[in-house]
């Protein structure tokens, strides 16, 4: 086989889907040779390219040639005594540069007058590659344009007067089209009439005098009705006042039910049946005290905190459209605080099982319940239980005419007396009975009670459930179902039902996924130990409803101790870690503290479980010299793998 190819194929320049063809002639050779090409120096094969023919006297034909036919490509001569390669050929597959579409014309760039305006196109459809050539033509194009000029509108001529009118007056008017205001011209400054008396002053009416006499006769009469109606009302107020209940009108609570749609409310979450309307903060009474309380001797409890004004409002009231003076509490007894929380709350939940409630039988003693009671008659009233967040209201018409009931409410204070006995059920709010069992009403009441749940459909399974007469509780309705003996509406902080049957009533929560909230209350309260260098902090953990926290604030008062923080909401997830309490940041040359009881902590169920109880922990401080008179410190609670609260402390301390 002779060395030298008789023709070498030659590297070309070939644009895209144009024909590639390579010439090759192999060397003589006896036998004669065989041919074979190469490309990037693979072997190439028509069997596995339709687009490839080798076949034709041993030249290479591409039909269309594409990008990835760009390459170096070599023949390949052969027989059974030697091989020979031709020189190699580069072939270059380029692509020519295409405009694409012209873009809309730019507005006029000048706002008034002659101005221009631009239209562009870009060498991308497509863009040259491979030394491809680039576009021809212009990439831009402009054009003249004429933007209106705004024109002001300015006024006619005035018309002429009027004839003078009975009322000894006259008119005249005019137009703004002299010109008309056009290309967003302003529009004309000034009156568009204008009216004067006709007399100089001097005006004389004819009028019947009968008129005159009609009109303030009209006016006495209305006035002396209005009087006697108001007169009326305090003494009807004042006639029903002594049963510890203000009876109210029925126009102010028939307004509140008559309009009232559960199932149009039933919008995105189901729990949050009516979660976009907010209470109307700016409707209620202001009352400027250190805090809730009646009595005067709790405002030592309270002296380290200012002054805060407390808004009395009810979103209950407000979400169903009833006006202010519908707002009426009853008078809660004297003994109406919880009983002594002055042992350990540490050990609370001890002997629970893990999200199971524990039982505790009805009602058993005084001492364990809050109690009010009232007198309703045929225009309805409601009951309010002070700084629990829990009331009743009876609307207009609920009780017969001539006919009166004495109701009453009834607030379990000891330990939660519902039972479950499956799934992973918490109390969410005060168990709540209302009565007499023998209530024979026309409509529903209305009950709203407090709860501490962070209402999520996906995440909480919440129920109402009953006590029945065999003291065993049974299921009223779920909060996602419907339900034909008993409403609900969910907002953030209360549950407000209709019902239709007295009994003891309990909220109670399944947490569905560890994405389950609960919120917590925490307050530190601070107190010296008599006769002793000693001052003690006591951190609690309570749900946070107004009637839990209740519970240790009557328990601080019979300590003595003083609230030296505001009390916050922690969010307590039901991912199974415990929470941890630690006092930080003590003055070390001021105070000790002993060692290893800096942090303490509540297991999950303790703090899960603690239905309505609260929890404490105590760190007790040592002065080192009587001089010293202040504390500063912080206490931190948290919730492993969960959220943290920082409760500041900076209190006096006096001797006791």
Known sequence: LRKNFEQDPQGKEVPINGMIVLHCRPPEGVPVAEVEWLKNEELLSSLTDDNID??????????????????????????IVAKRRSATATVIV???????????????????????????????????????????????????????????GGWDEWSEWTICSSQCERQRSRECNSPAPRHRGKMCE???????????????????????????????????????????????RKNHSEYGVDVIDSSALAGGF????????????????????????????????????????????????????????????????????AEFHAKAPSETFPRDLSRDYCSTADGRKKGLLTLNGPFSTCKEQLRT??????????????????????????????????????????????????????????????GPPGLDLFCPVAMTIAHCAEVDAENWNIQLKRKTQDSKWEEVMSVE????????????AS??????????????????????????????????????????????CVDDTPHAFQGVVAAEKTRGGQLLEEPKMLPFRANTFSLQVSIQDVPQFLWSI???????????????????????????????????????????????????????????????
Request: charged letters at 15%; a negative charge.
């Open 54 to 79: 080798t076949r034709a006297d041993h030249n290479l034909i591409i039909s269309e040639a594409r990008l990835s036919d760009s390459g170096n490509y070599t023949c390949l001569a052969s027989n």
């Open 190 to 236: 000034g009156n568009s009439e204008a009216t004067e008396n006709c007399t100089d002053g001097l005006c004389t009416q004819s009028m019947d005098s009968s008129n005159d006499v009609a009109l303030y006769s009209g006016l006495g009469a209305g006035i002396i009705a209005v009087a006697i109606l108001i007169v009326a009302v305090m003494l009807y």
């Open 594 to 656: 002993k060692p290893f009881t800096t942090c303490q902590e509540f297991s999950f169920p303790q703090v899960w479980c603690s239905n309505q109880q609260p929890l404490h922990c105590a760190f007790s401080l040592e002065r080192y010299s009587p001089a010293t008179t202040q504390l500063s410190c912080k206490i931190s609670v948290r919730q492993v793998k969960g959220h943290e609260q920082i409760l500041q402390v900076y209190t006096a301390v006096a001797e006791v």
């Open 373 to 434: 009671t009232g007198m309703f008659g045929h225009p309805g009233g409601r009951l309010v239980v002070p700084n629990t967040g829990v009331s009743l209201l009876v609307p207009h018409g609920a009780v017969a005419e001539n006919m009166s009931w004495e109701m009453y409410m009834v607030i379990n204070q000891g330990e939660a007396s519902v039972q479950t006995l499956e799934g992973c059920e918490i109390l969410l709010g005060p168990e709540v009975m209302y």
């Open 258 to 325: 008559q309009s009232f749609n559960f199932k149009t409310t039933r919008q995105g979450n189901p729990l949050l049946l009516n979660s976009s309307m907010q209470p109307d903060l700016t409707v209620g009474r202001t009352y400027s005290t250190p805090l809730c309380f009646q009595d005067s001797a709790d405002k030592e409890l309270f002296d380290p905190l200012p002054d805060i004004k407390v808004k009395v409002q009810s979103s209950f009231m407000v979400s169903l459209g009833v006006a202010e003076r």
């Open 495 to 540: 549950c407000h039902l209709l019902l239709d049957q007295p009994g003891l009533y309990a909220l109670v929560g399944e947490p569905l996924t560890q994405a389950a909230v609960k919120r917590l209350k925490l307050a530190v309260f601070g107190s010296m130990e008599a006769g002793s260098m000693s001052y003690s902090l006591r951190v609690y």
């Open 481 to 492: 179902e419907e339900s034909t003996s008993c409403y609900c509406l969910m907002d953030s």
């Open 94 to 152: 380029f692509v020519n540069g295409g405009w694409s579409l012209w873009t809309e014309w730019s507005a006029c760039n000048v706002p008034c007058g002659r101005g221009v305006q631009k239209r562009s196109r870009t060498c991308t459809n497509p863009a040259p590659l491979n030394g491809g050539a680039f576009c021809e033509g212009m990439s831009v194009q402009k054009i003249t344009c004429n933007a209106l000029c705004p024109i002001d």
